[in-house]
């Protein structure tokens, strides 16, 4: 079974601060996404990485940053942490497949980040 | 502008019956179209996807279709069971690789013993 870690389940920090939130998933997937989930808002995403070091804008990507060093890992990051950021951030996988298909998305259970 | 959308009110069933969630679309010509389930406090989970070339899929008592004329997927859970309650979300292909997916704001299913 595909298995998507989320660093943390809970975090709190100050506005100004900057925010890390890690992800590793182990099934050597090439994608890896940031979403974050808003009441009446949905899943939308920030972030979208197809390989390492390799990275996509998605439809909001401001205030944040990404980083991907390893295939494993995706790093999502606040440069300075403001309450309209205080949100469920949802990181997923999928494998990349030919031209055609579509890959299921696997998720982790979410950091829920309360800026202050 | 391109919008997916899902019944935002609860739909509260009795056990035993067939539940039924619209998800509907515009400005989209997706190639494929998924299906996951919410429980609270979790990520998403995967059920089914569905391609434009087929009309309808199941997978035991979960049944998809898929209408791209009408622009719109309908999700069935038949004997629908308490431990089916949750929110489904729908979400769509939209680049022609196939990787990224837009999701709808899902719709929560009550399923009442």
């Known amino acids: 079974d595909v298995k998507v870690t989320q660093s943390s389940r809970y975090l709190v920090k100050r506005t100004g601060e900057k925010v890390f939130l890690e992800c590793v998933q182990d099934?050597?997937?090439?994608?890896m996404f940031w979403y974050r989930q808003d009441p009446g808002l949905g899943l939308r995403l920030i972030y979208f990485?197809?390989?390492?070091?390799?990275?996509e804008k998605g439809d909001i990507p401001e205030g944040y940053s990404v980083s991907r060093e390893k295939k494993e890992r995706f790093s999502l990051i606040l440069e300075s942490a403001s309450t309209n950021q205080t949100s469920m951030y949802l990181c997923?996988?999928?494998?990349?497949?030919?031209?055609?298909?579509?890959?299921?998305?696997?998720f982790g259970n979410g950091t829920r980040l309360t800026v202050t | 502008s391109q919008k997916i959308e899902q019944n935002s009110e609860a739909l509260n069933i009795q056990e035993g019956k067939t539940a039924t969630l619209t998800c509907n679309y515009t400005?989209?010509?997706?190639?494929?179209l998924q299906w996951y389930r919410q429980d609270p406090g979790r990520g998403p989970v995967f059920l089914l996807l569905?391609?434009?070339?087929?009309k309808e899929k199941r997978k035991e008592r979960l049944k998809v279709t898929f209408d791209t004329t009408l622009k719109q997927s309908l999700f069935h859970i038949t004997a629908s069971q308490p431990a089916d309650s949750a929110t489904y979300l729908c979400a769509l292909v939209r680049d022609n690789a196939g990787n990224m997916l837009t999701f709808g704001g899902g719709t929560r299913l009550m399923v009442k013993p």
């Open positions: 569905i391609r434009e070339n087929e």
């Open positions: 990485s197809y390989d390492v070091k390799m990275k």
């Open positions: 099934m050597d997937h090439e994608n």
């Open positions: 400005n989209y010509s997706p190639a494929y």
């Open positions: 997923a996988s999928s494998l990349i497949l030919t031209q055609g298909w579509s890959s299921p998305l696997h």
